[in-house]
């Protein structure tokens, strides 16, 4: 087995790692104290064309893997910024990409592949609906030829800069299905229209880190019928789709904290001196950093079998959500060495650790919670019984 990386893969890290260079710290901090969107840091990854990577070049993308994805938006998150505010681009056209009409691909990919169109929202979570996406209310009822959709979402993430979104509504009655997984619709949304036209109202939802949530509100806006990803009521299965590429990305930016954090810790107990030695030479010190790295690497291996098998076409869902819940799990632990590492200077913002700190935290429950990647393992791939 070749462990090695494919040159082409090294020089996308390469080259991410020189436009990341172009955005230190400070651009992130500041932002982060304003609760501002890297307008400018979008653009220079969408003009280089990583934001089309999995695009098919035909539709005027580089038509990557998601390998090559996965090494894009690690070193992002390796070099202290935070790929969360473009990452959706990547992977929410993959339902539209897979489903979508000819007619659509050919109206919207070049677009989102260019810059010209942001398709950054994706519309599922519910207030009484989180991870129980069959429960979702958002409805869409079919007048003519067009949907008129009322409803309400929330922890909707980047809908005020983005142009699109995919909305997953409502379009058969929950009580009247034996299969509950049908009668859910999926479409393409044109948000500005809807905000121009009092339909879409979308109010910013603060959080602890600058991830530009929103809660939405549709108020009877209607969506052509052209605008409606494949068949009625099979929407859920379309986003279904997209979730193992989601899983790797996740995991992707978790691997990048996590080098980020013990990169940082491993720095810090170098330089810094107390009674006349080196931090680093204390074991209390040194052996979380290094069980922490440990970790990482052995979550980048399964994170790396996730893409390969992905990018076969093979099945690969028990992988991506396990790279998920394992990267996570050591970017938190290597966040949590690099904060005793710094001991109070952690807490300080111009060290970048506290900032980077609150961004990983969010990756152990969102976009899934590690707890149903658990439960997922064990029903579906130990075979015990549904938890509750």
């Given amino acids: 087995m070749d462990f090695g990386e494919e ?24 932002l982060d104290a304003r609760g501002e969107y890297p307008t400018e840091f979008v653009h220079a990854l969408t003009e280089a064309g990583w934001l089309g990577a999995l695009i098919p070049q035909r539709y005027g993308g580089s038509e990557l893997g998601i390998a090559d994805a996965a090494a894009i938006i690690e070193e992002v998150n390796a070099s202290g910024g935070n790929a969360a505010a473009a990452h959706a681009q990547m992977y929410t056209m993959g339902s539209l990409l897979r489903h979508g009409s000819e007619e659509q691909k050919r109206r919207y990919l070049p677009g989102i592949a260019s810059g010209e169109l942001r398709l950054q929202a994706f519309g599922v979570t519910e207030p009484e609906a989180g991870s129980e996406t069959t429960r979702i209310r958002t409805m869409a009822v079919l007048r003519g030829d067009r949907y008129g959709v009322s409803g309400q979402k929330v922890f909707i993430s980047r809908a005020e800069h983005s142009d699109l979104m995919l909305l997953l509504a409502r379009t058969a009655p929950y009580d009247a299905l034996d299969d509950k997984t049908r009668g859910l619709s999926l479409f393409v949304v044109d948000l500005r229209a809807g905000v121009a036209a009092g339909t879409i109202e979308i109010r910013p939802l603060a959080t602890m880190m600058n991830h530009h949530s929103t809660t939405i509100f549709f108020r009877d806006h209607e969506i052509p019928a052209s605008d409606r990803v494949g068949e009625e009521g099979l929407g859920f299965r379309y986003v279904l789709d997209t979730w193992n590429a989601e899983r790797i990305l996740i995991a992707s930016e978790s691997l990048g904290d996590g080098r980020w954090f013990v990169e940082r810790a ?43 098998l992905f990018d076969r076409s093979e099945k690969c869902g028990a992988e991506a959500n396990m790279a998920k819940l394992l990267a996570s799990q050591a970017a938190w632990a290597a966040a949590n060495a690099c904060m005793d590492t710094h001991g109070g200077y952690g807490f300080a913002k111009e060290f970048d650790v506290e900032r980077k700190f609150r961004e990983t935290r969010l990756l152990i ?24």
């Fill in 7 to 30: 040159p082409q893969r090294a020089e996308i890290r390469r080259a991410v790692r020189e436009l990341c260079a172009r955005f230190p710290d400070t651009y992130w901090r500041e």
């Fill in 266 to 308: 491993a720095r810090y107990a170098g330089e810094r001196r107390v009674f006349g030695r080196p931090i680093g030479a204390n074991q209390g010190v040194q052996l979380p950093i290094a069980q922490a790295h440990a970790q990482l690497e052995a979550a980048r291996l399964l994170r790396d079998k996730a893409a390969w």
């Fill in 365 to 388: 429950v969102a976009p899934i919670s590690n707890n149903l990647v658990l439960a997922y393992v064990g029903q579906h791939v130990l075979g015990m019984p549904r938890s509750y």
